[in-house]
C-alpha cells in the first residue's frame, strides 16, 4: 500500500499534528504492508530534514520554494497535488488542523479523492475504507464507508501519539516546484499581544464554559479560583461573548495548560477544548448532563446545576 | 454587496438516542436551532449589509421532518435582517457533504451573488467541508475559519484563526465564499415581536428533486452505523443533592489542591 503523509511547518517548527499523521501512516503500513512517502510545503524546509526522518517513513519530499512561506491554498494544492498524483498512493493523510481543514478538501477535489475528515480511526476492507469520526461534540460515534480503494482523509489532533524517533537515514528530496498563482494573495502572520496573566503557570485553574450561564456565576467561580490560590480560565464560547479576554481560553486554538488540579464548570468537553488540558494531573468536571464527555476525561466528576452547586461549594470551602 | 449565507439546523441533543438501525438519530424529541458558527455568519453578512448595501439571502438545506424548526430558523433570520430565505428540502435520504454540496452548488448557480458565508463546522457532523466543496464546485476563492473580514472596493482583507493564538491575514477578491469561526462578532438577538411579524414573510421553498434527479447517487460517504462511543469509565461520578454534592466536592478539592 503506497501511504502519503502530508505534513505542515507551523510556527516555524514541525507541527505536532504531523507526527500523529506520520504514526497513523505507520500503523497502515503495520498492518497492510507497503511505503510511506511524506509531503510538506513551505520555505527553507531543509532544517527540518533530521526531525521529519522518522522511524517508519520511507521518503521524504520538501517542495521548497519562496513563495511557499506563508500557506496559501492555490499553490499548495498545485504543489502538493503534482506529488500525490505521481505517487498515485492508495491513501492521503494530513491532520484536521486550521491548514489540514481548508487544504485538504481543495488536494482531495484536485486528485479525484473522495476526503472524509476528522477521522478518529481508519480500517481497509480490501474494497474500500471504513472510516470511525467523532460527532455531536463526543457524544455520538458515526462508521462512515467509502467504497473507492483511494481515500484522503484528515485526522483529530490528539487522537494518536506523537513519536519523534528519529532515524536520520530516510531518503530526502528536495524539490521546488512550480508555483500556481490563485486568487488570494497571503500577507501575513500575526500574533496579537495582550497583557494578562498567564494561565499556564498556574497550579490550579478553575475553568468556565457556557454552562457557567450568567456573569454572576463568572464572578463566583473567580472567587473559587482565589480560594484555590488559582486563576480563572475558560472554553471558547465565554471568549466569543466577551467575557473574558482570549488570553484565558483553553483548548487548540488557544493555550494548552497542564495543572496540577483543573475545574471544569460547565464544560461539555469538545475534542478543541479537550486538546488544551487532557494532560492535567487532576480533572475535576461540574456539568448538569450526565453524558456529557468532559465526564470521560476528568477523575472526580459531579453531575449539578452550577447555580444550585457554586453557591454552596463556596460556603464549604469558607468553612 | 449581496451576500448568500448558508445555515444548518442542527440538535441541542443531551442522551442520544438511535433509530432502529442502527444508523441515525431518533430525533423526534430534539429541537432543532440555527448551527453555532452559522448565526455568527449570518450577523457578518447583515452588518456588511448595513454597511454596504445589498441583500442577505439565507439558504438551508434541510430534511422536511425538521420543517418546523427550519422554519422557525429561517423566521428568525428574518428578524435579524435577512431579506430572502430558501428551505431546499429533502425527505427520507442521508446525504453526505459531497451531495450536498452539489446540490447546493446547483441552486447557487441559479442566483445572483457577490460573497457565500458559512459557518466553520456543524456542531452535529463537524466536516468542515460544505463550503470548500462548494467553492471549488463553484470554482470561487475561499478560505476557512475567518475571525475578521474587511471589504476595500472589490477586495476582502480576512483574517483567519489558526492555532495557538496564531492569525494568518490574507487578501481575497470577490465574488468568493469565506467560512466563519464563532467570536468574529456578536450575534443580535431580535425581539420576539420582530420574529412574530416575519412568520408571515414567504420562503421560497425547492425540492432537491428539482435541482438534481437522483441525489442518492453523488453520496460518496455512506453511514454504515451510528453509536454511543463505549464508556471508558473514568470519572468518579458524584450524583445527588447539592448540599451533600457540595460537602463531598470540597473534600475532594481539599485533597487535591496543593498548599
Ligand atoms: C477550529 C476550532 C477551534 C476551536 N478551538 C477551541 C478552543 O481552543 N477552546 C475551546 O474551548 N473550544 C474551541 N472550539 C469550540 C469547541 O468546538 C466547542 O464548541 C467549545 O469548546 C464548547 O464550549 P463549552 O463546553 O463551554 O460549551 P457547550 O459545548 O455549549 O457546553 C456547555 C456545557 O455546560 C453544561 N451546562 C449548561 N448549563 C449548566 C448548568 N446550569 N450547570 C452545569 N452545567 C451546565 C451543558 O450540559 C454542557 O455540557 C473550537 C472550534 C473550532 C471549530
Redesign the interface.
Known amino acids: 500500500m503506497e501511504i502519503v503523509c502530508i505534513g505542515e511547518i507551523?510556527?516555524n517548527d514541525v507541527?505536532g499534528p504531523t507526527y500523529e499523521a506520520i504514526y497513523l501512516g505507520n500503523e497502515l503500513k503495520r498492518e497492510y504492508g507497503g511505503k510511506l512517502t511524506l509531503i510538506i510545503a513551505g520555505k527553507d524546509l531543509e532544517k527540518y530534514s533530521a526531525k521529519l526522518s522518522i522511524q517508519g517513513v520511507d521518503s521524504i519530499i520538501l517542495l521548497d520554494h519562496p513563495s511557499l512561506e506563508?500557506?496559501?491554498?492555490?499553490a499548495y494544492t498545485k504543489a502538493i497535488a503534482g506529488e500525490i498524483r505521481a505517487i498515485s498512493p492508495q491513501i492521503v493523510i494530513a491532520p484536521?488542523?486550521?491548514?489540514g481543514?481548508?487544504l485538504l478538501?481543495?488536494i482531495a477535489?484536485e486528485i479525484g479523492y473522495?476526503?472524509?475528515?476528522?477521522c478518529q480511526s481508519l480500517k481497509f476492507t480490501g474494497n474500500g475504507w471504513?472510516a470511525t469520526?467523532?460527532?455531536?461534540?463526543?457524544?455520538?460515534?458515526?462508521?462512515?464507508?467509502?467504497?473507492?480503494k483511494n481515500i484522503a482523509v484528515t485526522i483529530r489532533p490528539g487522537d494518536f501519539p506523537q513519536l519523534k524517533q528519529e532515524t536520520g537515514s530516510t531518503s530526502v528530496l528536495k524539490k521546488s516546484p512550480e508555483i500556481a498563482q490563485?486568487?488570494?494573495?497571503?500577507?501575513?502572520?500575526?500574533?496579537?499581544a495582550l497583557e494578562d496573566i498567564d494561565i499556564t503557570k498556574y497550579?490550579?485553574l478553575v475553568s468556565v464554559g457556557r454552562g457557567i450561564g450568567s456573569k454572576e456565576n463568572l464572578e463566583m467561580a473567580d472567587e473559587l479560583a482565589k480560594i484555590?490560590?488559582?486563576a480563572l480560565a475558560c472554553s471558547?464560547?465565554i471568549?466569543?461573548?466577551?467575557w473574558l479576554p482570549?488570553t484565558r481560553q483553553v483548548g487548540?486554538?488557544?493555550?494548552?495548560v497542564k495543572p496540577?488540579?483543573y475545574?471544569a464548570l460547565g464544560i461539555s468537553g469538545a475534542t478543541n477544548h479537550i486538546n488544551g488540558m487532557k494532560n492535567s494531573?487532576?480533572i475535576?468536571?461540574?456539568n448538569k448532563?450526565?453524558?456529557a464527555?468532559i465526564?470521560?476525561?476528568?477523575?472526580?466528576?459531579?453531575?449539578?446545576?452550577i447555580n444550585?452547586?457554586l453557591p454552596?461549594?463556596l460556603?464549604?470551602?469558607k468553612? | 454587496m449581496d451576500i448568500v449565507v448558508l445555515v444548518k439546523a442542527t440538535p441541542v441533543l443531551e442522551e442520544a438516542k438511535i433509530t432502529e438501525d442502527g444508523k441515525n438519530l431518533d430525533t423526534s424529541e430534539l429541537k432543532f436551532f440555527m448551527n453555532e458558527t452559522d448565526t455568527y455568519a449570518l450577523e457578518e453578512a447583515i452588518l456588511k449589509k448595513e454597511k454596504y448595501g445589498g441583500k442577505v439571502t439565507v439558504v438551508t438545506l434541510a430534511d422536511s421532518e425538521i420543517e418546523n424548526d427550519v422554519n422557525d430558523m429561517i423566521y428568525e433570520s428574518y428578524a435579524k435582517g435577512a431579506d430572502d430565505g430558501v428551505i431546499i428540502e429533502y425527505s427520507g435520504i442521508y446525504l453526505d457533504p459531497y451531495a450536498k454540496a452539489m446540490i447546493i452548488s446547483d441552486f447557487l448557480k441559479t442566483i445572483k451573488f457577490d460573497l457565500v458565508l458559512l459557518g466553520a463546522q456543524s456542531t452535529d457532523t463537524s466536516y468542515s467541508l460544505l463550503g470548500q466543496l462548494i467553492a471549488r464546485h463553484l470554482d470561487l476563492p475561499y478560505t476557512t475559519l475567518v475571525s475578521s473580514v474587511e471589504l476595500n472596493g472589490n477586495m476582502l482583507k480576512v483574517v483567519r484563526e489558526l492555532e495557538e493564538g496564531l492569525q494568518a491575514v490574507y487578501e481575497i477578491p470577490l465574488p468568493s465564499l469565506l467560512t466563519i469561526q464563532s467570536g468574529i462578532n456578536t450575534p443580535r438577538y431580535p425581539p420576539f415581536v420582530k420574529i412574530r411579524n416575519a412568520r408571515s414573510r414567504p420562503i421560497k421553498r425547492v425540492s432537491i428533486e428539482d435541482i438534481i434527479k437522483d441525489p442518492r447517487s453523488l453520496v460518496k460517504v455512506k453511514r454504515t452505523r451510528l453509536y454511543i462511543p463505549p464508556s471508558k469509565g473514568a470519572a468518579n461520578i458524584l450524583k445527588g443533592e447539592p448540599e451533600e454534592l457540595a460537602a463531598k466536592l470540597a473534600e475532594i478539592i481539599r485533597g487535591v489542591v496543593p498548599r
Request: glycine share 8%; proline share 6%.
Open positions: 507551523f510556527n507541527s506563508l500557506y496559501e491554498q492555490v484536521y488542523t486550521s491548514q481543514m481548508d478538501p481543495s477535489h473522495t476526503l472524509v475528515t476528522y471504513i469520526r467523532v460527532i455531536y461534540g463526543g457524544k455520538l460515534l458515526e462508521d462512515v464507508e467509502v467504497d473507492d490563485g486568487k488570494m494573495r497571503p500577507v501575513g502572520i500575526v500574533k496579537p497550579d490550579v484555590l490560590n488559582g471558547r464560547p471568549v466569543d461573548m466577551g482570549k487548540s486554538s488557544a493555550k494548552t496540577k488540579v475545574i494531573n487532576t475535576i468536571s461540574v448532563d450526565p453524558y464527555p465526564f470521560e476525561i476528568s477523575h472526580y466528576g459531579v453531575v449539578a446545576d444550585d452547586l454552596l461549594l460556603e464549604e470551602l468553612k
